[in-house]
């Protein structure tokens, strides 16, 4: 039956997504990557800042998938609100997973294989599953009315600015090749996990019983 | 019908002094509102927060440069971290903004009196508290630098001021976006492009640091080659790179205002200097280094004496330039350890430690050469002994590291041991005396062994001028320096002492010197595998 209901909901969510800020930050996080890629030739170091800030600007501009501004009237509907996000998340899914792959290809095209062959790939693609996680779920947790966009995109970018700032051995942000890189991903893919929760968190619907009433509810007879 | 007039609101008829006044008044208390909006605003609180931290947090944790600051350095570090509440100021002058439209009241304030260049006059007035605050955070943060005891330089106030001037202009920009881009994507995807900037404009690749053009960017750091100047040869425009900025934020606070239809007319006057200023100010920080500055910069690089004060502690004397004589107390523990450890004949030789720099002018036609002339080594002998310090020893521009300490103390062994510059591979019994007297030294002279050791794979190098020839130990000797150094330092310094001669001696061998602690030398690598130089120890 949910399935059903889902399936049913892609046209409609498909319309009312916000696609022009969802398509301005992949392209702008295109053009980052393909204008250095196409003019200099830059260590593994810069390269990966590139791929990292091509994230960025790609998660500023997914922060305002889930705005809507008839949220307060959806609200009332039957099929729950984790249900609506979750099926705006899958409609941007494949999108995102081919302008990521798009990003990568037009780095190794543009630069050439030699520029990327020493990029540690999978560790960046995880950093940037992680913004663009962080993006959603801080979006998803403001946005009790269909407006938590902003939030999501301010969010992330001062995320992103603080995680540079911590000195080693705390260093979230580090350089290819270093020593510490897989512990580092570990933590990455930690942001991942919480903001899963988050979002999971934040769908549930306003008129659901809170959690704690559930469970600390006072006996009948009392 | 002159009635009517008055009432109007300005900006669209009847611009008289009453009028002007009350708009004035609406745009103070709108600015007044808009003030505090801004500074709670959780982008500007959280920017402000981390920058307080990571002050914070280095000064407690006692990182090198805040117990050794060199002000003048340490000045325009504060602009990159102003980068902070700069785009926080950016974001959030945007969302303030954009505030009316996500709340659906555009409309409503389209019948107050009020024109929309009044109000968008008071997001841009909102922006100056946040610009003071982070000028005072900074001239805070330097004043307790400058409070420690091993503060040298000076501060300026200009560089101080760039900060300010950058959030100014960063928020004047989001203010503009939020007027032409009616979508608060926009804001945050500039930051981005503006991160991207920042960091390509200072990666060497793009060919921008080091040439004057350079100073047309935001923020200007460090030149390559131009690293520990003293304050009067840095020649950084910095008052004129304030005036820029200030410049550039004002060009984009009038041209949002012209766009929302204020009075043209002083607007425009207003737009067209604040250009001029603009242009005449980027011109003036693209100007070359003035001659004067260049010959002194070769003066203070060829002749360090002539521009240096001394002061003589036992028979040790210590000649900085301005501003540097609070490290004379920080070099005299170090000096005074190693000197411990001689024999009496070499304890008591005089010795001057002389502070030097290497000032090099950018070549005139490309001042992006990444290449860093030697140290002129004649020439500071010529100087030496103008000065009557023939041997004086070098010390840098830049202290409070293991490896600075250990620099230093291995020069002072060095100039006892006997070598010369010329020797820049040391090896046998010099060697080994030399780096055990360095390593033995004091705590920090033997944590900058270490990483010296750990800099290069095993072998040693420490230069004897800055950019300069490096002494060069091989790995063999290490490795009978470490063993040493696990023995007791009184035993091991005592037969120093009494086999003085025989140890520093030229072309002691290796084996030699480890048998007479009792020690076994790892045996010789075969010639074809040591490095180059190396091949005669």
Not at chain 2, 81 to 89: K, T, Y
Request: net charge positive; proline share 8%.
């Amino acid at each position: 039956m949910r399935a059903h209901v889902a399936v049913a909901l892609l046209r409609p969510t498909l319309r009312a997504v916000p696609w022009i800020s969802v398509a301005a930050g992949a392209l702008l996080g295109l053009i980052l990557v393909a204008v250095p890629a196409s003019l200099v030739e830059l260590e593994p170091r810069g390269w990966a800042t590139v791929l990292r800030l091509a994230a960025v600007a790609g998660a500023v501009g997914a922060a305002f998938l889930l705005d809507d501004p008839a949220d307060r009237t959806t609200v009332v509907m039957p099929t729950p609100r984790l249900l609506r996000r979750a099926v705006r998340v899958a409609l941007l899914l494949p999108l995102l997973a081919l302008w990521w792959a798009a990003a990568l290809l037009a780095l190794r095209a543009l630069a050439g294989a030699a520029q990327v062959d020493g990029l540690p790939l999978a560790g960046l693609t995880v950093e940037a599953v992680a913004l663009l996680a962080a993006a959603i779920a801080i979006a998803a947790l403001a946005g009790g009315t269909g407006d938590g966009g902003v939030t999501g995109a301010v969010g992330v970018l001062a995320g992103a600015l603080l995680a540079c700032l911590p000195p080693r051995p705390y260093a979230l942000v580090l350089e290819p090749a270093d020593p510490a890189w897989d512990g580092v991903h570990g933590m990455w893919a930690l942001v991942i996990a919480a903001a899963l929760i988050a979002f999971a968190v934040a769908g549930r619907d306003p008129g659901a019983q809170r959690l704690t009433h559930v469970l600390f509810r006072r006996p009948p007879w009392q | 019908m002159s009635t009517t007039t008055e009432r109007l609101p300005p900006g669209v008829a009847g611009e008289s002094t009453a009028n002007r006044i009350a708009v004035a008044w609406a745009v103070l208390a709108l600015a007044r509102v808009e003030v505090v909006r801004l500074l709670r605003h959780p982008a500007v609180l959280l920017a402000l927060a981390a920058m307080a931290a990571l002050w914070v947090t280095l000064r407690l944790g006692g990182a090198t440069w805040t117990r050794f600051p060199v002000l003048h350095e340490q000045d325009r570090a504060t602009q990159d971290l102003a980068l902070l509440p700069g785009l926080a100021a950016l974001v959030a002058g945007n969302l303030a903004v954009l505030r009316s439209r996500r709340d659906g009241t555009e409309e409503l304030y389209g019948v107050l009196l009020l024109p929309r260049w009044a109000r968008t006059g008071a997001h841009l007035l909102a922006l100056l508290p946040l610009a003071l605050l982070v000028g005072a955070a900074a001239a805070v943060h330097l004043a307790a630098l400058a409070a420690a005891p091993g503060a040298v330089g000076q501060v300026n106030p200009w560089e101080v001021a760039t900060g300010p001037a950058l959030v100014l202009l960063l928020g004047a920009v989001g203010v503009l976006i939020g007027r032409v881009v009616p979508s608060a994507v926009a804001a945050s995807l500039a930051v981005v492009l503006l991160l991207l900037a920042f960091d390509v404009m200072t990666s060497p690749v793009f060919g921008l640091p080091g040439r004057p053009v350079e100073w047309l960017t935001l923020v200007v750091g460090e030149r390559l080659g131009q690293e520990g100047l003293t304050p009067d040869l840095l020649a950084r425009p910095a008052i004129w790179h304030v005036a820029y900025l200030t410049g550039l934020a004002l060009v984009v606070a009038c041209g949002t205002l012209l766009r929302d239809r204020a009075p043209r007319i002083p607007l425009l006057a207003a737009l067209v200097a604040a250009a001029l200023g603009t242009v005449t100010a980027g011109a003036l920080q693209l100007r070359p280094v003035s001659e004067e500055v260049r010959a002194a910069r070769v003066a203070a690089t060829e002749r360090p004496s002539t521009r240096q004060t001394c002061e003589t502690a036992g028979t040790v004397t210590y000649c900085t330039f301005a501003g540097y004589g609070a490290w004379i107390r920080e070099w005299r523990p170090v000096v005074e350890a190693v000197r411990r450890l001689l024999p009496r004949g070499p304890a008591e030789r005089p010795l001057v430690v002389r502070q030097r720099m290497v000032a090099t002018n950018p070549a005139p036609e490309d001042g992006n050469s990444l290449a860093v002339p030697p140290p002129p080594l004649a020439a500071w002998r010529a100087d030496d002994r103008a000065a009557g310090t023939p041997g004086a020893v070098t010390a840098g521009t830049a202290w409070g590291s293991g490896r600075d300490a250990f620099g230093l103390a291995g020069l002072v062994a060095h100039r006892a041991t006997g070598a010369t510059d010329a020797d820049d591979v040391l090896c046998g019994g010099r060697a080994i005396v030399l780096l055990w007297l360095a390593a033995r030294a004091t705590p920090e002279t033997a944590t900058g062994f270490v990483e010296a050791m750990r800099a290069s794979g095993g072998d040693v190098f420490f230069e004897t001028a800055p950019y300069g020839p490096s002494v060069h130990v091989t790995e063999r000797d290490v490795a009978v320096v470490q063993a040493l150094l696990r023995l007791p330092t009184e035993r091991v310094g005592d037969e120093i002492r009494a086999d003085w001669d025989a140890l520093t001696a030229a072309k002691v061998p290796t084996a030699k010197v480890a048998a007479r602690f009792g020690l076994s030398a790892p045996p010789q690598p075969p010639k074809a595998e040591r490095t180059v130089g190396t091949e005669g120890c």
